[in-house]
């Protein structure tokens, strides 16, 4: 039997209207078709923690892709089905999504053969899941709506700050929740409860990290890496030898460590001033990891972790650019702004970014910032149909008109495009193109 609880109020104090709305419109649709429904998982664990809530995942007892159509069609909303997992996805006009999945109802045939006993399948459900804190489950039906469901002693493990597996052999059975685990500790600063965190040890000696693929592998650093704070999950991975385990150099040394804290205090002075200029966070912190060492070690980190092609470019040859770039600035600065301009112009948000990280001069800091905020952007208003209308011949001398007009904007000159075409025009009078 669960541990119950009333928790109406916290929904009422903690959600906007929309969410709330969705939540009993969901139940209605339920008690319509005789499903049961709840709202489970990482929506229930923010709810409690009080922090900002992203997806709503619902599960029916019954099959979800009958749900969604359903819903979806008495809600005019678009919906697209798994056949394979039941599950569906319901998606309103402006592209918020709810996550449909079904606990199948299963019935067991008594002793006595004749009278069916239907089990709770939400229970199944929630028992399938990675840790106490994601097996909590609302009930949206009205009869029941906001009655918290707790199999597995969830509620208890938020107020200890706890992590907990549910099953002694979780991690191995799905040695990604290894990394799971580390994540939410660290967003959460929960700590890893201790039979927990030996589950884990047994599992990385038995190779359960060895084994698994890259790709599952990346997708979990990646998601760690794009936390508030990434510092100290990798210092945890750190401390079980997870590092190791993907490649035997990698060493987390405190010179990673600052550069880590460096990457924090760059993001969060970018993401500040320029929140429209996305980028993939997750990769700036994955340079810094990553610094230090060789192209053959990087190659083989990158291959191990099967990295496509466009990122593994990014990580190998980008961040050894960018790590070179930044020292010959250091040795040259200052510069003029056109110098800067052709070093800095060719890189992404993301390798400028980690440049500023890596720098520890602050004039070196300011003059990146600078060329980041004024000089980035900086495009002749004019073009090649303007240059032809001059009466100049096509040709490589159209790129070079235009660089010569780029060199003069960054020094805060031709700020119209009269004096633009006033330039290039004297420009080719002079050079006799015209
Ligand atoms: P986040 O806030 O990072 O999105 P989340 O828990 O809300 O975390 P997902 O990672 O998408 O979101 O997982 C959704 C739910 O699915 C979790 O709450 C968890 O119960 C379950 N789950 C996800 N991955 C696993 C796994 N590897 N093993 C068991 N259960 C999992």
Redesign the pocket.
Known sequence: KPRTKYVGNLLKSRLNTRIRTLLSDIGNAGDTLGMEIFV????V??LMLERPI??V?VVVEGDGIVFARYFSSIHHCRFHQHRKFNTAVIIFEDGFKVDVASARLEYYATPAALPVVENSSIKMD?A????TI??LAISLNAESFGTLIDYFGGVRDIKDKIIRIIHNL?FI??P??IF?AI??SN?FGFRIGKVTANLIKNALNVGAVKHLSGLRVLSELK?IFSEDNPLPAVQTMADYGIDKVIHHDLKLTDTTCALFRSVGKTLAWHDLLYSDDVYPRWSVYFMAWLHGYSFTVSTQIADRLMFPIKEKELLLEQRIKAAQQIRLIEKKHPVSNQQMYRWLIHFKTECLLFMLALTKKESVRKAISHFYTHQRKTQPLIGGKDLKSLGITPGPVYSTILNKIIDEKLDGKLNTMEEEIKFAKEYAFENKLI
Do not use: A
């Open positions: 489970v998982g990482g929506f664990r923010d992203e997806d995942d929630l399938r899941r990675d840790f994601n097996t979780s059975e799905d990604t929740r799971r994540k939410f967003r998601q």
